[in-house]
């Protein structure tokens, strides 16, 4: 037996999104089905919204609510200091930290052989563009290459290492070491290495 169609087709469209599969998509079905019709209005509502109220940030990449970002146009921000983030997530995650201050570009992806994301793929004017254009009016710049630790996130930072080489560029990435709470006995080889290599002075 089937289910009525109006909850196929809502399961059908829950399971497409990325880590649900039916049986997931199937409790979020019923789980509204016992919401109320409030809920499912504010729910209904939010879906609506999501592209017409938000834009791409010229400057920066970001998706925001204007353009430019809160960001970009805050006046306060350091802006010698640049971090190439992977995508809106990992700048929010940075931003939750309230201990940067730089400024950002967001690339929306990184190069990846097995998915055939390529350099060409990424926007490379653009970041050299908003690049050329905070050199000009800061003299130097730090480029923060804040990408994950993958193997997409490595070949992506050593590519974007080399495109950006300039004496007036000095090129950082995020340190590796411990994550916190961490056990130094079940910690793998490499993160203790990165540790130890990347040791500070307290
Ligand atoms: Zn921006």
Do not use: H, W
């Not at 920066?60 to 983030?85: F, G």
Request: some cysteine; overall charge positive.
């Amino acid at each position: 037996m089937r289910y009525p169609l109006a909850l196929q087709n809502l399961i059908d469209q829950f399971s497409q999104l990325p880590s649900v599969g039916p049986k997931t998509a199937e409790r979020y079905v019923f789980y509204l089905l016992k919401s109320s019709p409030e809920k499912i209005q504010l729910l209904a509502q939010s879906l609506s919204q999501l592209k017409g109220n938000i834009k791409i940030c010229s400057s920066c990449l970001a998706i925001a609510e204007n353009d430019p970002c809160p960001i970009c146009s805050d006046k306060t921000r350091n802006e010698s200091l640049l971090s190439v983030v992977a995508n809106l997530q990992d700048m929010i995650s940075l931003e939750n930290t309230r201990q940067y201050q730089g400024k950002y570009f967001v690339l929306g992806g990184l190069i990846n052989t097995i998915e055939d994301v390529k350099p060409d793929d990424l926007p490379l004017q653009k970041l050299a563009d908003r690049v050329n254009a905070l050199l000009k009016k800061q003299g130097n710049l730090e480029i923060l290459l804040a990408l994950s630790p993958t193997l997409e996130g490595e070949t992506t930072a050593l590519y974007l290492s080399r495109l950006l080489k300039n004496p007036k560029i000095k090129i950082t990435r995020l340190a590796r070491g411990l994550p916190s709470g961490a056990n130094l006995e079940y910690v793998d080889e490499l993160t203790l290495g990165n540790a130890l290599k990347y040791r500070n002075t307290i």
